[in-house]
Every structure is written in structure tokens, then in C-alpha cells.
């Protein structure tokens, strides 16, 4: 089954969901613990959510565990890798520096690292914050480093604490460091979590190195006046993922840090907004087995095609559906009437009717709320 789900997601280039249904629960808090509650039973999630409104903070709270083998428990201490988030601190120091005269914005890099090839100049590097390619702030890291004749995290420990940020930190003892954790189905058992390996901190560096807290990101989005901000990204071996956004329409900040790699916080966050906007908005089906008529599966069973070379077929055995994939069966189990899940990957496939009340097409879920359509092929 492992390199069927493999070779579907492959060769559709999928980045795919599940399925949804209405959230409708009494309150705000309620709708925000229903919300995080169920991507956590999902495997999804675990980690902490903030929302504020300008310097009001609306709501505070973590789910799941900081630490899954010790069964450690979040506090407001608990720091996340938060990744290409490590830029906007980098630069706030950059900027400070050049306040302080101990930089030139628009002097070149070789100016002060004479071994820097380029014409580069500090502001350069400064604009290369959303290219991922670029090596524009492990430089910036040095030049920190080499101006102020101390280590990186002597210069956190120097720019932050004035801005009561105190949990941000690249290297430090005595701090409380979330565990990372993927999520997948690694040694043919199904679903369970597995330790995320620790990255290279002298790679990371200034880059993708440093550690925070929800209300340290909130205390520091305080600073970026009339500027928004939308970052959502994941850590691929870290077991971490994090949304940080603040809308500058209506003074939203949203936060969300979690020791899991699974990169959903986007998608949470759009809940989130909804919540709070008092719109609708849908979470993901449990999964968990129901019961529905057999006769249904009649009208699942066909052949879909992905692309003009591939295409998989839905079958059926006795009580049951089965996807078959380059000759090899796959069971799915009934989360809904219409929809199915694989009992050892986050994936599941959807079956839409069309307006004649027949079954068209089928939407291919894999852990995310937009799904990839895939076309029912017509008898001839």
C-alpha cells in the first residue's frame, strides 16, 4: 500500500486534503478548542495558538505535548524552531546596528567581510528575506558577529530583553525547547510519531536557527507598525511547523507553533480568521470508521484518471472498496458516505456526485483541506 499512496501522490504532484464538515459550536473559545482539538487527534498538530488584537491578546493555549516520550507537558516557557521567522529577528538587529552607526545600510558586505565575493551591499541581503536560495542572512549572521565582536546569541541577549522578549534564543542552556515530531507511517505499522532528527545549528544560524514563543513572535509583531505579515512554512526534518500573521486591516495577529512537521498551521489559521469574523469555515473528518449502506459502493466503482498516463481503478469486494493501483489493492474504510480514508496514511478519497446524481469524479485527500479532482472515465 505504502508505494501505491506513493505513486499516486508522485504522479499527481499532489498536495491534497480531507475532507470536511460544519463547525458550529457555541462559542469562541469553544470553536477555537474544537478546532485545535481535532487537528491534534489527527496527528496533525500539537503546539500552541495565539490570537491577538493589536497589543489585546484574545487567546492563549496549547495542545498536545512538548515532549511526547516524557510525556512533558507545554508551558508558556516551551520554545518552537521557528525557522525562516529567525530573518525578521536577524534584521531588527541589522537595522539597530545601523541606527547605532555600527553599520552602513548601503555600504557593501566586503566592506566589513573582506573575504565576501560580490558587490552586495547590507540592504541587499536585507530585501533577500523571502528567497530561500539566497545565503543572504547567514552572512548577516557574520556581519553581526564580526561588528559587535560577539556571538550571535550574545547579540539576541544585547537587542531583544529591551522588548521583553526573553524566550527567543540560538544557543542557550537552561531553556525549555519543544521536541519535534513527524508523523507518518515509517515502520510499515501505520500512523505513529517518530523523533525528528535535530538540524545543523551552525547551518541554520541566522537563517533558520532560532527558537521563540508565541507571546515573544506577538511582543515583537508589536514593533512592525502598518506592516503585514504572512508566514507560514516547515521545518522538512524538524518535526516543526508555524504560521505567524498580522493583518494590518484589522490589527489580527495569529501565531501558531507546532512540533509537528505536518505544515497545516496555514490552513488553520484561515479557520481561525473565520472563527473570528463569525463566518463559516470546516474542519477535517475524523478519522474514524462509520457505517453506511453497501449498496452505495456501486456507484463508486469505476476507473479515474489522474493524468493521460495514469489512472487507477475502484473496486469492489463483498462489503467492501478497494483502490488498485498498478495491479495492487488498497482497502479504504468509510469515514463518511461518501468519503474514505487509508487506515495507514493521512490520505483518502472523496467521491462527488454530478447534478444527474451520478458519481463523477473523486477528490484525493492527503492531510489538507484542498484536494486534488480526479475524473471519473465515462463508459463507451
Same mark, same amino acid.
Given at each position: 500500500?505504502?508505494?501505491?499512496?506513493?505513486?499516486?501522490?508522485?504522479?499527481?504532484?499532489?498536495?491534497?486534503?480531507?475532507?470536511?464538515?460544519?463547525?458550529?459550536?457555541?462559542?469562541?473559545?469553544? #470553536?477555537?478548542?474544537?478546532?485545535?482539538? #481535532?487537528? *491534534?487527534?489527527?496527528?496533525?498538530?500539537?503546539?500552541?495558538?495565539?490570537?491577538?488584537?493589536?497589543? $489585546?491578546?484574545?487567546?492563549?493555549?496549547?495542545?498536545? /505535548?512538548?515532549?511526547?516520550?516524557?510525556?512533558?507537558?507545554?508551558?508558556?516557557?516551551?520554545?518552537?524552531?521557528?525557522?525562516?521567522?529567525?530573518?525578521?529577528?536577524?534584521?531588527?538587529?541589522?537595522?539597530?546596528?545601523?541606527?547605532?552607526?555600527?553599520?552602513?545600510?548601503?555600504?557593501?558586505?566586503?566592506?566589513?567581510?573582506?573575504?565576501?565575493?560580490?558587490?552586495?551591499?547590507?540592504?541587499?541581503?536585507?530585501?533577500? $528575506?523571502?528567497?530561500?536560495?539566497?545565503?543572504?542572512?547567514?552572512?548577516? &549572521?557574520?556581519?553581526?558577529?564580526?561588528?559587535?565582536?560577539?556571538?550571535?546569541?550574545?547579540?539576541?541577549?544585547?537587542? *531583544?530583553?529591551?522588548?521583553?522578549?526573553?524566550?527567543?534564543?540560538?544557543?542557550?542552556?537552561? !531553556? +525549555?525547547?519543544?521536541?519535534?515530531?513527524?508523523?507518518?507511517?515509517?515502520?510499515?505499522? &501505520?500512523?505513529?510519531?517518530?523523533?525528528?532528527?535535530?538540524?545543523?545549528?551552525? !547551518?541554520?544560524?541566522?537563517?533558520? &536557527?532560532?527558537?521563540? !514563543?508565541?507571546?515573544?513572535?506577538?511582543?515583537?509583531? /508589536?514593533?512592525?507598525?502598518?506592516?503585514?505579515?504572512?508566514?507560514?512554512?516547515? *521545518?522538512?526534518?524538524?518535526?516543526?511547523?508555524?504560521?505567524?500573521?498580522?493583518? +494590518?486591516?484589522?490589527?489580527?495577529?495569529?501565531?501558531?507553533?507546532?512540533?509537528? #512537521?505536518?505544515?497545516?498551521?496555514?490552513?488553520?489559521?484561515?479557520?481561525?480568521?473565520?472563527?473570528?469574523?463569525?463566518?463559516?469555515?470546516?474542519?477535517? *473528518?475524523? #478519522?474514524?470508521?462509520?457505517?453506511?449502506?453497501?449498496?452505495?459502493?456501486?456507484?463508486?466503482?469505476?476507473?479515474?484518471? %489522474?493524468?493521460?498516463?495514469?489512472?487507477?481503478?475502484?473496486?469492489?469486494?463483498?462489503?467492501?472498496?478497494?483502490?488498485?493501483?498498478?495491479?495492487?489493492?488498497?482497502?479504504?474504510?468509510? $469515514?463518511?458516505?461518501?468519503?474514505?480514508?487509508?487506515?495507514?496514511?493521512?490520505?483518502?478519497?472523496?467521491? %462527488? $456526485?454530478?447534478?444527474?446524481?451520478?458519481?463523477?469524479?473523486?477528490?484525493?485527500?492527503?492531510?489538507?483541506?484542498? &484536494?486534488?479532482?480526479?475524473?471519473?472515465? !465515462?463508459?463507451?
Amino acid at each position: 500500500m505504502k508505494n501505491q499512496l506513493l505513486y499516486l501522490v508522485i504522479s499527481c504532484s499532489l498536495f491534497i486534503a480531507c475532507q470536511q464538515e460544519k463547525a458550529i459550536p457555541a462559542s469562541f473559545t469553544e #470553536r477555537i478548542n474544537q478546532l485545535a482539538n #481535532r487537528y *491534534l487527534a489527527l496527528g496533525r498538530f500539537s503546539g500552541t495558538i495565539l490570537i491577538a488584537k493589536g497589543d $489585546q491578546l484574545l487567546f492563549h493555549q496549547s495542545y498536545g /505535548l512538548a515532549d511526547y516520550v516524557k510525556q512533558q507537558a507545554f508551558t508558556e516557557n516551551t520554545a518552537f524552531k521557528i525557522g525562516a521567522l529567525t530573518k525578521f529577528f536577524t534584521a531588527y538587529i541589522i537595522e539597530q546596528m545601523a541606527k547605532e552607526n555600527k553599520l552602513n545600510l548601503t555600504a557593501q558586505i566586503k566592506t566589513y567581510l573582506t573575504n565576501f565575493e560580490g558587490n552586495h551591499t547590507v540592504k541587499d541581503l536585507l530585501d533577500q $528575506q523571502d528567497n530561500s536560495e539566497k545565503i543572504g542572512y547567514p552572512i548577516l &549572521g557574520k556581519l553581526i558577529e564580526k561588528q559587535l565582536d560577539i556571538s550571535y546569541q550574545q547579540a539576541i541577549e544585547k537587542y *531583544l530583553p529591551p522588548l521583553g522578549i526573553h524566550q527567543t534564543f540560538f544557543q542557550k542552556e537552561n !531553556t +525549555t525547547l519543544a521536541k519535534g515530531y513527524l508523523f507518518h507511517n515509517y515502520r510499515g505499522q &501505520g500512523l505513529e510519531l517518530e523523533t525528528a532528527p535535530n538540524y545543523e545549528e551552525a !547551518t541554520a544560524f541566522s537563517s533558520y &536557527g532560532l527558537k521563540s !514563543t508565541a507571546i515573544d513572535l506577538w511582543k515583537f509583531s /508589536l514593533l512592525l507598525t502598518n506592516q503585514s505579515i504572512h508566514k507560514s512554512s516547515y *521545518l522538512e526534518n524538524d518535526g516543526f511547523s508555524y504560521t505567524f500573521q498580522k493583518d +494590518t486591516i484589522d490589527n489580527l495577529t495569529i501565531i501558531i507553533l507546532s512540533n509537528r #512537521r505536518h505544515p497545516v498551521s496555514e490552513e488553520i489559521a484561515k479557520s481561525i480568521k473565520a472563527i473570528y469574523n463569525k463566518t463559516s469555515y470546516e474542519l477535517p *473528518l475524523l #478519522r474514524q470508521p462509520v457505517t453506511i449502506n453497501p449498496k452505495l459502493y456501486a456507484d463508486y466503482v469505476g476507473i479515474y484518471e %489522474v493524468n493521460p498516463n495514469f489512472q487507477f481503478k475502484v473496486i469492489q469486494k463483498k462489503d467492501s472498496l478497494f483502490t488498485v493501483m498498478n495491479g495492487q489493492a488498497s482497502h479504504l474504510i468509510p $469515514q463518511s458516505a461518501n468519503q474514505f480514508y487509508y487506515q495507514d496514511f493521512d490520505a483518502a478519497i472523496r467521491f %462527488v $456526485q454530478d447534478s444527474n446524481g451520478l458519481v463523477s469524479k473523486t477528490i484525493l485527500y492527503n492531510g489538507f483541506l484542498n &484536494g486534488q479532482v480526479v475524473h471519473k472515465k !465515462t463508459e463507451k
